[in-house]
């Protein structure tokens, strides 16, 4: 076993793009999957979840809502970890699938919690059809993750199970103290990261810990893998909320500027209201509260008050830092850097995002 | 083994507590638990059901819902064939906990997307909080249930979680299918059979089955107790429907008149519309579309026209017959007379029932 201690520690100008290729020659183990086969396994594991035709109100929305442009992160993560510890990656496939299904889930009810329009380019399920539609589908999405799980190796089902539960409960707590942050201006920086572990994070650091679960990794690996992944997370929410403000909505498929409209602590919003003088923070608050100023100008006034006090430039500090954190937790590992390098891959595809 | 091939055919004045009684006179095997014993064990252990302090927008509307007044039928039907069959009825709780729990979970939901104001007499989740709260509380509530049954015996799980699934899922179809009737006004009575079967009566069927499980009941039986629990719950969805109608809002605790109010298709409208001739179908219809009329005329005028095509007999009696097949099946059970004595029980104090 060898630690690794030095691990890359930059992560700038890497594409997912560039990722593919890189993982494809780092791979030596004639054992590993490339990321492209295991990308094209989720994916048509994904496209081969067939639902009843009838009653068609429940079943069209989930069909329309896993069938394109997810970006398949959790199950990626869930299979390249089971993967890199020798793990049978076809077993793995139901438990992967139920990450994706679950996520794509809170994505639907959320989207009808923020009112927000647009999801990967398409309209959002409470859009298309309605609110009870939206409410019955998502359920009926929530139980559906977890008749994939149920497809795990029978022995593995209690811990993999305890571990689903867990972290789909935290994501419902993360979900709640963000909206409660939207009727508050003092939430601390503390209290943001606190949310955001639980909205987001603790999914990836789920999907991490149980395609170790799946291989069968030791013990201590379960838990470095688990935080792994919250780090990942964590760094994946903060991009988030860069993109929200900073990001180009047809790239992202949905409206930008849906945290500045719905009030959000974001992390650019917790920074600048913690940095900004009295006046700036009181413009600041108050192009918040303005709900009759047309969103683009809402986005422009608030960038504008984001790029005087650096936000930019630290969020994409703390982002790295996130990464490097994750990266750190890699090399702690049991497995050897060779064997570990598809997920310093996901670490550097993930810096550079801009979707 | 004994085969009960005269299972008793009339239910008509028996009161819960009636069955009580007769449930501590009729069990003699000192290893049975009384129903009142059943009751006071899952009373204790949902009391016992302790939620974090915070997010508190997520977790108060979970206890508040769950805290009383609940029949607690499904968790009672499953520890009941649990102890019929000498299993082990503290190892079965949480299991019906998560039957409970789930149930409730639907009662949330379902009282957003019906707009329905009162549930056991106090105010529905979404109208105490809002919307957003009931929908994400419900989530959680939905998630809490697969957190209790994941504490069922770990070898047992798998099949367990099957069962919980398909019914899962089915309860969904069920109230899209409710839903849908809504704007048509040509269901048959065979539709309204195949949505109650999916809305209400599969997790009785799944109740009894489970118990079956928990105790190793054989296969055979297995079988037989789903068909039972499944049309015990038809019974007990058109008592629902006919207590909608005919019941009495404070014994009830909620609202009376809500399906007719929100157009249901319930067992009592279709019987109507199939029996009446012209004039009356189009009285019903205009009654059931008339939004300015206020309810409690809207209920006198669809009572009067159900007591003029004799609705309250056909519908006890189509009661009485789902009753009596509930109790055929228990009869071809492999466990004896006296030992399936409580799901006769059961059956009766479903009889009589008024709430």
Redesign the interface.
């Known amino acids: 076993m060898h630690n690794r201690k030095n691990p890359p520690g930059h992560f700038s100008r890497l594409t997912i793009e560039m990722y593919l290729c890189l993982t494809s020659y780092f791979i030596t183990d004639p054992a590993m999957h490339t990321s492209q086969q295991l990308t094209q396994l989720i994916e048509r594991y994904i496209a081969g979840l067939t639902f009843?035709e009838h009653?068609s109100?429940?079943y069209a929305p989930i069909s329309y809502t896993l069938e394109e442009g997810g970006k398949r992160l959790r199950p990626m993560l869930l299979l390249t970890v089971c993967d890199m510890y020798g793990g049978p990656v076809e077993q793995a496939l139901p438990c992967a699938g139920a990450l994706e299904v679950f996520h794509n889930f809170t994505l639907l009810?959320d989207d009808?919690?923020d009112n927000a329009e647009l999801r990967r380019g398409k309209s959002a399920v409470h859009k298309k059809w309605n609110h009870?539609t939206a409410?019955?589908s998502?359920?009926?999405m929530?139980?559906?993750s977890?008749?994939l799980l149920?497809q795990s190796p029978?022995a593995l089902?209690?811990r993999l199970?305890?571990e689903?539960?867990k972290m789909?409960?935290e994501v419902?707590?993360g979900?709640?103290?963000d909206?409660?942050f939207q009727f508050r201006e003092d939430v601390s920086m503390e209290q943001y990261n606190d949310m955001i572990r639980l909205k987001t994070a603790v999914i990836f650091g789920a999907a991490a810990k149980m395609g170790g679960l799946l291989a069968g990794a030791p013990e201590k690996d379960l838990d470095l893998l688990y935080e792994f992944g919250t780090e990942l997370g964590i760094a994946f929410q903060i991009q988030d909320d860069y993109l929200d403000t900073y990001g180009t909505s047809e790239i992202l498929g949905k409206q930008i500027g849906g945290d500045i409209e719905e009030s959000k602590k974001t992390f650019l919003a917790i920074n600048a209201l913690n940095e900004a003088g009295a006046a700036t923070r009181r413009a600041l608050l108050a192009t918040f509260a303005d709900h009759k100023l047309p969103l683009p100008h809402k986005i422009g006034r608030v960038r504008t008050i984001y790029d005087s006090l650096d936000i930019p430039r630290i969020t994409r500090k703390i982002i790295g830092r996130y990464l490097e954190n994750a990266s750190g937790l890699v090399a702690r590992l049991t497995v050897d850097e060779q064997t570990a390098s598809p997920l310093y891959g996901i670490i550097q595809s993930l810096a550079d995002r801009n979707k």
Do not use: K, T
Request: a negative charge; hydrophobic letters at 40%; charged letters at 10%.
């Open positions: 009843p009653p109100h429940l009810h009808i919690m009870n409410i019955l998502g359920d009926a929530c139980i559906y977890y008749h149920q029978p089902l209690p199970m305890a689903f539960n789909a409960l419902c707590e979900q709640q103290y909206m409660d």
